[in-house]
T-cell receptor, first 108, second 112 residues
Framework: GEDVEQSLFLSVREGDSSVINCTYT??????LYWYKQEPGAGLQLLTY?????DMKQDQRLTVLLNKKDKHLSLRIADTQTGDSAIYFC????????FGTGTRLQVFP | DGGITQSPKYLFRKEGQNVTLSCEQNLNHDAMYWYRQDPGQGLRLIYYSQIVNDFQKGDIAEGYSVSREKKESFPLTVTSAQKNPTAFYLC???????????FGQGTRLTVV
């Protein structure tokens, strides 16, 4: 079945770049997504990439997609303390499955 | 305002009791989902529905039941058969199973 994997934790210094990685097994997804979850809240869509693209840039966010390796990454430039949250990737083939989430901690 | 609403935000249940979590959306979305979130385990899919009057089991459906009698509503019942029901429950909806999902604010269920 579908499987999405992420590393559990990432800790970065304020002002540095963060890179959150995700691997998935089912390559039939039309769109791939990154969501952000603040403590005690639901998820909010952060950005997405169409499956025929390699890269998408959206202000401080850069999404890279390597379809051959089934690897998706999210780069956050100039990481701020407000970026501290859990980040989930999703690659829905026929249902919306998420990875384990990566908890990003930003320290001053 | 369009959105997805979960209620209640906090819920306490005695062991052995069934409890129903509410999820309503006014986004005219066909697909709806229920997830369970435990610390360090991400989101696990309980049930999902692609269209009204139809639903499928997710990865951890045992001890849960759902209904989809109306397009805007997808209630989740946590039954007494669910061995470890204390968790954070999230509901979501989307136009279809491949498009962007919108999430409710979650219900934290505690069994006492």
């Amino acid at each position: 079945g579908e499987d999405v994997e992420q590393s559990l934790f990432l800790s970065v210094r304020e002002g540095d770049s963060s890179v959150i990685n995700c691997t998935y097994t089912d390559s039939s997804s039309t769109y791939l997504y990154w969501y952000k979850q603040e403590p005690g809240a639901g998820l909010q869509l952060l950005t997405y990439i169409f499956s025929n693209m390699d890269m998408k840039q959206d202000q401080r966010l850069t999404v890279l997609l390597n379809k051959k390796d089934k690897h998706l990454s999210l780069r956050i430039a100039d990481t701020q303390t407000g970026d501290s949250a859990i980040y989930f990737c999703a690659a829905p083939p026929d249902k919306l499955i998420f990875g384990t989430g990566t908890r990003l901690q930003v320290f001053p | 305002d369009g959105g997805i609403t979960q209620s209640p935000k906090y819920l306490f249940r005695k062991e052995g009791q069934n409890v129903t979590l509410s999820c309503e959306q006014n986004l005219n979305h066909d697909a709806m989902y229920w997830y369970r979130q435990d610390p360090g385990q991400g989101l696990r899919l309980i049930y999902y529905s692609q269209i009204v009057n139809d639903f499928q089991k997710g990865d951890i459906a045992e001890g849960y039941s759902v209904s989809r009698e109306k397009k805007e509503s997808f209630p989740l019942t946590v039954t007494s058969a669910q061995k470890n029901p204390t968790a954070f429950y999230l509901c979501a909806s989307s136009m279809n199973v491949r498009t962007e999902a919108f999430f409710g604010q979650g219900t934290r269920l505690t069994v006492v």
